[in-house]
C-alpha cells in the first residue's frame, strides 16, 4: 500500500478488527485510522491516495469482517463524534454515539425516539441502514445527515439524497458519515422512559441478548420491521421462513441460529467468519427450498475470506 498521510488521531497497522465487532469475528485491516476530529478526518481523506480503499465502521453491530480481513484503511469514529444536543423537537447526534443513549437523551428532553432505544450499535449505521423497529425507522424522524467525502469535503445530506428504504440508503462508497439530526415527536419524559423500559422487557425476553449476536441476520422478506403490535402478522418475518424450513438452532462449527429466536446468528464460542457465513448461506438455500423465498442477508460481510 502507497504511503499514507499523517493525522493527529490514531493510525493502526494491521489491526485485528475482531474485538471491535460484537461477534468478534475476522481478520485485520491494512490500517486502522480513529480520527481526532472533524478536521483531522477531512485532512486525512483530502491526502489519501485515491486508490486506496476507505471502510468506515461503526461499533461494528451488524458486521462480519472475513477471516482473511480488510485491504483498506478502516475509519472508525470515536469520542470526538458522540456528542448529542438537543433544540427544541430537533436532536443533533454525532454519528458514534451509540442508538440507546440517544433515545435516552430525547426522552429526557421531550422528544421521542424511542424506537431507537432497542437497536443495537451506533447512529451512523443507523442512518445507513434505515434501521427500525415497532413500525418507525430513521427515515420517519431524519432531517438531514453531513457526510466527508472520499475527497475530504464536508457535504449535507437529505432524505432524497440517501434515497431511504428499508434497510439501506444510497450514501455513496467511501463517504464518511460525521452527524445527524433527527426531529421528533413531543412526549411527556417519564411516558417515554417507561415505555423504552417496556420495550426493552419485551426484547429481552425474546432474543438472545446475552449471547454474542449481531442482531437480526436477514432482512425480513416482507420488506418491514415488525411492529410489536397485536395485528401484526408474521408469514413473511426471516425468523418464521427459517422456522419453517427447519433451521432454528442449526450449527455450523461455532455458529448456531439461536434457538431463542431463529433469526439471530450467534458465536457460541470460537466460531470462524466463515462458520458464521456458511451458516446463514446453508440458512439461505434451506430457506429457498423449502418456500422459494430468497432471504437476504441484513448484516453487513467485508473483507477477504
Known amino acids: 500500500m502507497t504511503a499514507l498521510p499523517q493525522p493527529r488521531g490514531k493510525l493502526t497497522p494491521d489491526r485485528p478488527l475482531a474485538d471491535l465487532t460484537w461477534l468478534r469475528v475476522g481478520g485485520p ?15 486525512f ?31 472508525r469514529m470515536g469520542r470526538g463524534f458522540n456528542r448529542i444536543s438537543v433544540q427544541g ?23 421521542d425516539l424511542t424506537f431507537l432505544r432497542t437497536i443495537p450499535g451506533a447512529i451512523g449505521g443507523a442512518v445507513r441502514m434505515n434501521a427500525g423497529c415497532y413500525g418507525s425507522y430513521v427515515a420517519d424522524v431524519f432531517v438531514e445527515a ?10 449535507t445530506l437529505s432524505a432524497k439524497d440517501l434515497n431511504f ?17 433527527f426531529e421528533g415527536p413531543s412526549g411527556d419524559p417519564a411516558v417515554l422512559a417507561a415505555r423504552m423500559e417496556d420495550q ?31 395485528d401484526d402478522v408474521h408469514d413473511l418475518k426471516a425468523w418464521k421462513v427459517i422456522d419453517d424450513a427447519g433451521m432454528r438452532g442449526a450449527m455450523v462449527g461455532g455458529a448456531q441460529m439461536s434457538e431463542m429466536h431463529s433469526n439471530f446468528m450467534i458465536n457460541t464460542g470460537g466460531a470462524t467468519a466463515a462458520d458464521l457465513e456458511n451458516l446463514g448461506e446453508e440458512v439461505r438455500k434451506r430457506v429457498f427450498d423449502n418456500s422459494g423465498i430468497t432471504l437476504e442477508w441484513e448484516i453487513k460481510r467485508v473483507g477477504e475470506f
Do not use: C
Not at 447526534?93 to 430525547?106: C, F, N, Q, S, Y
Not at 453531513?146 to 457535504?155: D, I, Q, S
Not at 428499508?166 to 462508497?173: A, I, N, W
Open 165 to 181: 428504504q428499508y434497510r439501506q440508503t444510497d450514501l455513496p462508497q467511501g463517504w464518511v458519515l460525521v452527524e445527524a439530526t
Open 200 to 230: 426493552l422487557a419485551k426484547r429481552d425476553a425474546t432474543q438472545p441478548t446475552k449471547d454474542r449476536s449481531a442482531g437480526s441476520t436477514f432482512r425480513n422478506p416482507a420488506g418491514f420491521s415488525s411492529t410489536g403490535k397485536a
Open 89 to 111: 423537537n430537533r436532536v443533533t447526534v454525532g454519528v458514534a454515539a451509540l442508538d440507546a443513549h440517544v433515545a435516552r437523551k430525547a426522552a429526557e428532553a421531550g422528544v
Open 29 to 43: 485491516a491494512d490500517f486502522l485510522f480513529q480520527p481526532a476530529d472533524l478536521d483531522d478526518l477531512q485532512g
Open 45 to 75: 481523506l483530502a491526502q489519501l491516495d485515491p486508490s486506496v480503499e476507505v471502510f468506515p465502521m461503526g461499533v461494528g453491530s451488524n458486521l462480519i469482517v472475513r477471516d482473511g480481513g480488510l485491504r483498506a484503511v478502516v475509519i
Open 146 to 155: 453531513k457526510a466527508v467525502t472520499r475527497t475530504g469535503e464536508l457535504v
